[in-house]
C-alpha cells in the first residue's frame, strides 16, 4: 500500500511558477513509477507527466513539455513538479499517482495509487 499526499498548489499569474510534491508513505516508494495528471471541470483526467522509478525516464504530455519538469527523491519518498510559464490552461486539480510494474505510462488505468489532488489556478 502507498498513500500519497500532494502540496504547493495554488494561485499565480500567467507566467508565474509554482513546484508541485507528492510525498509517499509506506514501503518501497523506489520501486513505483510515478505520474502526475491533471483534472479541469468538465474535462476527464490528463496525463501530465511521468517518471521511471529510478528517475532516469521521464515523459511529457505536448501541453507542458519544455515547461513542466517532474524529479524524484527516492531518499524523501518525494516527487515534484516543476512548473514554469504557466498559462490559464494549465488550471486544474493535480494528481500524483503511482504504479507498480508498469514503468513509464500515460494510462491512468495502470496506476494503481492516487492522491487526492492540489488546486493549481492560473489567473490571466
Known amino acids: 500500500q502507498v498513500q500519497l499526499v500532494e502540496s504547493g498548489g495554488g494561485l499565480v499569474h500567467t507566467g508565474g511558477s509554482l513546484r508541485l510534491s507528492c510525498a509517499a508513505s509506506?514501503?518501497?516508494?523506489?520501486?513505483?513509477?510515478m505520474g502526475w495528471f491533471r483534472q479541469s471541470p468538465g474535462k476527464e483526467r490528463e496525463f501530465v507527466a511521468t517518471?521511471?522509478?529510478?528517475?532516469?525516464?521521464?515523459y511529457y504530455a505536448d501541453s507542458v513539455k519544455g515547461r513542466f519538469t517532474i524529479s524524484r527523491d527516492n531518499a524523501k519518498n518525494t516527487v515534484y513538479l516543476q512548473m514554469n510559464s504557466l498559462k490559464p490552461e494549465d488550471t486544474a486539480v493535480y494528481y500524483c499517482?503511482?504504479?507498480w510494474g508498469v514503468g513509464i505510462t500515460i494510462r491512468r488505468e495502470e496506476y494503481d495509487y492516487w492522491g487526492q489532488g492540489t488546486q493549481v489556478t492560473v489567473s490571466s
Open positions: 509506506g514501503r518501497s516508494f523506489s520501486s513505483y513509477a
Open positions: 499517482a503511482a504504479n
Open positions: 517518471i521511471s522509478f529510478s528517475g532516469k525516464s521521464t
